[in-house]
């Protein structure tokens, strides 16, 4: 040391820390990113038709509902008209419904208690459909149960 200033050593390279991500690793992911890239960019350009999109059907019915969160697990459930069809303390699925519409409609500055329409479709389908920001959810996907808890408020 001398006067006001400290010198050090100079860092070897076998005194630094070793790579936590290998570089080999960061190589492959990079390329597994730009083949998927390359993939999707080849189905846009080419016109490739989506796949995994549900099969259109006839509306053999269908009924608007309003979902009103009361709580985390509970959630009321009138009709267009705002007659009471249905308030479930315990409404499982249904709210589980009721809290993505709620988000998304908060994302786009939309009262949460406007009108959703349930639909049955000729194919077998049962989706929830909000037609002020165009989000739906299919519910027959999400199993027997809870496809049942939707088609009993289709029903009354």
């Known amino acids: 040391m001398t006067g006001d200033t400290m ?4 860092a070897r390279s076998h005194d630094r820390a070793p790579e936590t991500v290998p570089a080999w690793l960061l190589r492959a992911m990079l390329l597994l990113v730009l083949a998927v890239l390359a993939l999707v960019s080849v189905a846009v350009l080419t016109g490739r038709p989506t796949e995994g999109q549900p099969q259109a059907a006839a509306v053999l019915s269908e009924r608007s509902l309003i979902l009103d969160g009361k709580s985390v697990q509970a959630v009321t459930v009138y009709d267009a008209n705002g007659t009471l069809l249905a308030d479930l ?3 499982g699925f249904v709210t589980v419904i009721q809290s993505g ?4 409609r908060k994302r786009h500055g939309i009262d949460p208690l406007l009108p959703v329409t349930i639909k049955r479709f000729a194919n077998g389908r049962l989706a929830v459909e909000d037609p002020e ?7 027959y996907a999400f199993g027997d149960d809870n496809r049942a808890a939707f088609e009993q408020l289709l029903a009354r």
């Not at 519409?101 to 998304?104: F, S």
């Open 7 to 10: 010198t050090y050593p100079a």
């Open 89 to 91: 303390p315990r409404g």
């Open 101 to 104: 519409l709620e988000t998304i």
């Open 133 to 139: 920001t165009g989000w739906s959810a299919e519910l």
